[in-house]
């Protein structure tokens, strides 16, 4: 017996109802396939679902998948099945998935699938079960099949960041695509920089690896090799300077 998704309710009404502010650089950009597409308007409606789903800190020649592209120019899929394909890659597994924990995962996911932060920590709770009782496959078909999605991009759309303008403040909320990939817990397991500078002005100064510190015997001994053999050939030089006079 499956684990139905638990209530939550939304934080706010923000990404709900309509918006009458003035358009400007704080609306995002919408990309369909609604309109009969050019070729060129395809590809940049592929390099905008790339953008979304993996983020430009994922936007690599390796990550691409060729065939699910071939398919949504011939019509043969829509835009959410692209989406669906994208977020179910073995790159988005390996870089989202893998790197994260579930309550991570499941933020990032609604980031960039609905378009919106998540509402509360009971939403990431909700989903965050679903994740981790059924896989990451169902998760994301769960959301691609949520009355919320359908009624915000429906088969044709590509998600985007919705209603960044919020009410008495002078900018919006910072674009998912400038936020980490990973959160803290990952980050943390990461090579720590050394910091450099007086108590509360540390200076970020260079990363060194735990080899760097402890050099393997054999690199000693190439080290010292090294310095031995440069040593000589200042000797010879001297000497051939020396008889030449």
Same mark, same amino acid.
């Given at each position: ?35 009969? +597409? ?29 065939? +699910? ?23 988005? !597994?390996? +870089? ?53 999605? *359908? ?22 909320? +910072? ?5 980490? !990939? ?7 397991? *990461? ?6 500078? !007086? ?47």
């Amino acid at each position: 017996m499956s684990i139905p998704l638990l209530e939550y309710e939304p934080l706010s009404r923000n990404h709900r109802v309509e918006g009458f502010e003035v358009p400007g650089d704080e609306q995002p950009r919408i990309y369909t396939t609604s309109n009969l +597409l050019s070729p060129v308007d395809m590809d940049v409606l592929i390099q905008a679902a790339y953008r979304q789903i993996y983020n430009e800190q994922q936007m690599l020649a390796y990550h691409r998948q060729r065939f +699910l592209e071939s398919q949504l120019r011939v019509g043969q899929i829509t835009v959410k099945d692209f989406i669906r394909g994208l977020a179910t890659s073995d790159s988005f !597994r390996r +870089l989202v998935y893998e790197s994260n924990n579930n309550y991570r995962c499941v933020e990032i996911c609604i980031q960039r699938i609905l378009g919106r932060s998540v509402y509360n920590n009971q939403e990431k709770l909700a989903w965050s079960i679903v994740l981790a009782t059924k896989g990451l496959q169902s998760f994301i078909d769960a959301l691609l099949s949520s009355e919320e999605y *359908l009624d915000n991009f429906g088969d044709n759309t590509v998600p985007y960041q919705r209603r960044r303008i919020l009410p008495q403040r002078t900018q919006g909320e +910072l674009p998912f695509a400038r936020m980490a !990939r990973y959160g803290t817990d990952y980050r943390d397991k *990461l090579p720590k920089p050394i910091l450099m500078g !007086r108590k509360g002005a540390a200076r970020l100064d260079y990363y060194r690896w735990d080899w760097q510190k402890n050099p393997p015997q054999l690199l000693q001994k190439i080290g010292q090799g090294t310095i031995g053999l440069g040593v000589a050939i200042l000797v010879i030089m001297f000497l051939s300077i020396l008889i030449g006079f």
